[in-house]
């Protein structure tokens, strides 16, 4: 085991001197009994870098020349201040009025893709399998055939002089949205949301679960015995297999998952509020109408054809499943589409847009070489959640409006890495691939930044994601490592950096890290009523190592929970009973962390021989410089079984030989804050579009 030990020695004489050396006497030629007053030091100022040169360049939209088509909104979609649409712009029992654009958006992007790949789909694949026959050559032990680098395919000569479909107002009158299904984003294509753009999923729940022997959407079972998942639904955006593709703009994605959900198929099975079910799956799929009284199959109580209950919304699902079912039966869970999924991808970026309201998580990047999300906001819920035509605050089943507490499972970004290498054709369209050759991937997360972006949601608002890993069998290597082929546009593979965070439960790793992550950097943030704000989270079942995690230059306020080290995440069941995977996280860096408000921490290790297994002790290894608390009397600590490195730190930390933390360095709650990182201009209102957000504005210097 590998520990972060910082050792500071010093004269009892020079004791002031001691800690970060920024009260040291300079250095001088001359003798002088006095020496010379020394400047106080600057702090850095979080929430004010503009540029970065660790990072690489920003996206940038693409130009009117480069639009292979342009489609404008129809008039009657218009949406209000507030973000919402509304009810009578859909409200019908057809699929033309239910889901009026997917067709037609769906054709400019298979339009698109194809003509990206007759133009360069054959340069794309001369590169690759050019890379990949020297990988293959070199025969490398343990490394992945990775083919060309998502740097190398960035050149311009990998791009088509027309990529982009573009969403845009109506010419011809109000209509500024678009209503659609599940969307495929082709290879080499980005999906362009004009400013004044909202693109609204349809509430047919048959477009995310078209086939009639399933799988089956919209429920919290699937079956009397067997649990929903987000597996079961179409995601909105959906792309694999992709090299230079994107989403950007200045317009909006809203998922509206606290709106009805309603079908075109009156035979499909929904719950209504009153937990009742229009039918269930087993008549549905052989066509027929189940009789009332009949149990239901979705997680409902029994079937009634003549209930007037609203149906229930995604997000009364995602409440059912998790809150009740779940807690009662340890086995409910929703079946929600989620607002993104990429699986395989060598350069995707999201950039400038804003995603509000999904079902379940927005964005769930896997395996891409070259992940982008730069300047996109996500807010959930936004104010468009809110309304309804009873003008109650569109409160769920059990009569609570909608809230961060009532957005389950809606985390904003989850990347990780695939289960796997993949050779494919890259997706040119719905239905097509490439014939140009197939591309490798080698299935890892690497060159990854999260930048200038602005997070507020339910749940998790960044979770690095240690679950899978497409190593060679035995090799060792993480599933997740920053530092894996950094490309030399940047100085480090895997960065979180200038980004607000708001709601939710702030920057984590976990909860699934048995394949190891490791080199992350976390730089310049701001969290402001975070629920958690710095955290890294795993138990036994799903647990494995986290190393190399360093956080510099982050301002904490009002989070309930500041900081969140835990091997102890949950009690799920292990998959087997006597192979327990252990979470280990050691070789993490707090430096400069200024927190404001009431809050507590968690630094906790894995204590020996717990859960009835013999085992050593895994302790919690970490350095904290510079931790700051402005009211460290309102921050209340536990720690267990940890060795902590502590310098200049107010946080109530304490050796402890019954909870087996040992400190080198001590902790103390007269330290002044003069060193604290600068949080002046860290907080900012949300930048919503519109009305929409929920936060409102504030006054210049109010928030301070």
């Not at 936004?382 to 769920?396: F, K, L, M, R, Y």
């Not at 500041?562 to 009690?571: G, N």
């Not at 302790?619 to 608390?629: F, I, K, S």
């Amino acid at each position: 085991m590998l520990y972060r030990v910082t050792v500071i020695t010093c004269l009892t004489a020079l004791l002031a001197a001691c800690g970060s050396g920024d009260n040291a006497p300079p250095a001088s030629s001359t003798s002088s009994t006095t020496p010379p007053a020394s400047a106080a030091p600057v702090a850095f100022k979080v929430g004010t870098t503009t540029s970065d040169p660790d990072l690489p360049t920003a996206p940038q939209l693409p130009t009117a020349a480069q639009v292979c088509s342009t489609l404008e909104a129809s008039n009657n979609l218009v949406s209000q201040p507030s973000g919402a649409l509304g009810p009578e712009a859909d409200n019908g029992t057809t699929s033309a009025i239910l889901n009026p654009d997917q067709a037609r958006i769906q054709a400019a992007l298979d339009a698109c893709g194809a003509a990206v790949d007759a133009e360069v789909g054959a340069r794309i694949y001369a590169a690759d399998s050019a890379a990949a026959a020297s990988q293959t050559a070199a025969a490398v032990p343990n490394i992945n055939i990775k083919g060309a680098s998502a740097q190398t395919l960035a050149g311009s000569q990998y791009r088509a002089t027309k990529y982009a479909v573009r969403l845009v107002v109506s010419s011809t009158g109000a209509g500024n949205a678009f209503i659609t299904g599940p969307l495929t984003l082709p290879s080499g294509v980005t999906l362009w949301i004009d400013n004044g753009v909202t693109v609204y999923a349809t509430r047919d729940v048959m477009a995310y679960s078209p086939n009639p022997a399933g799988p089956y959407c919209a429920n919290t079972a699937v079956s009397s015995t067997k649990a929903g998942s987000s597996g079961n639904c179409t995601a909105l955006i959906n792309g694999s297999y992709l090299v230079n593709s994107a989403v950007v703009g200045g317009g909006t994605i809203d998922s509206r998952a606290a709106s009805e959900i309603v079908s075109s198929n009156s035979l499909y099975p929904l719950m209504r509020v009153d937990l009742s079910c229009t039918n269930t799956y087993v008549a549905y799929k052989a066509g027929t109408q189940a009789t009332d009284g009949t149990a239901c199959d979705d997680g409902g109580t029994f079937v009634n054809s003549k209930a007037s209950a609203r149906h229930m919304t995604w997000w009364d699902l995602a409440w059912l499943g998790n809150m009740v079912e779940n807690g009662t039966t340890g086995v409910g869970s929703q079946s929600n589409f989620r607002m993104m999924v990429f699986n395989y991808a060598k350069n995707l970026t999201l950039f400038g847009i804003t995603l509000n309201n999904s079902a379940n998580f927005h964005v769930v990047p896997s395996g891409v070489d070259g992940l982008t999300v730069w300047n996109v906001k996500v807010q959930t819920p936004s104010a468009s959640a809110s309304a309804n035509p009873a003008g109650n605050g569109n409160p769920n089943y059990l009569g609570m409006v909608p809230t961060i507490d009532t957005a389950k499972n809606t985390d904003a970004f989850d990347p990780g890495s695939a289960s796997k290498a993949a050779t494919q054709a890259l997706t040119t369209g719905s239905t097509t691939t490439s014939s140009a050759g197939k591309i490798a991937f080698d299935g890892y997360l690497k060159n990854v930044v999260f930048a200038y972006n602005y997070i507020s949601t339910g749940d998790d608002d960044i979770a690095i994601k240690g679950s899978n890993n497409p190593s060679p069998a035995g090799s060792g290597l993480y599933g997740v490592d920053g530092d894996r082929d950094v490309a030399t546009d940047r100085k480090y593979g895997f960065v979180i950096a200038h980004n607000h965070i708001y709601a939710g439960h702030g920057v984590s790793v976990g909860s699934e890290t048995n394949a190891g992550v490791t080199n992350v950097q976390v730089y310049d943030n701001s969290f402001d009523g975070s629920e958690q704000a710095l955290r890294i989270k795993s138990d036994w079942a799903r647990g494995g190592l986290v190393t190399n995690i360093n956080y510099n230059n982050i301002c904490i306020r009002n989070s309930g929970q500041a900081l969140l080290f835990t091997p102890y995440y949950s009690t799920k069941a292990l998959s087997n009973p006597t192979s327990p995977l252990y979470p280990d996280f050691h070789d993490i860096t707090l430096s400069n962390i200024h927190i404001i408000g009431g809050t507590s921490a968690i630094f906790e290790g894995f204590e020996a021989n717990s859960g009835g297994i013999a085992h050593a002790q895994i302790p919690l290894g970490m350095t904290l410089n510079n931790v700051l608390a402005d009211s460290p009397e309102n921050v209340a600590v536990t720690t267990s079984d940890a060795n902590l490195t502590l310098n200049e730190v107010n946080l109530p930390i304490f050796p402890s030989t019954a909870n087996r933390v040992v400190l080198n360095g001590s902790a103390s709650q007269s330290l002044s804050t003069r060193k604290a990182v600068d949080c002046s201009a860290a907080y900012v209102d949300f930048p919503a579009i519109g009305d929409s957000s929920t936060s409102g504005q504030t006054w210049s210097g109010s928030s301070q």
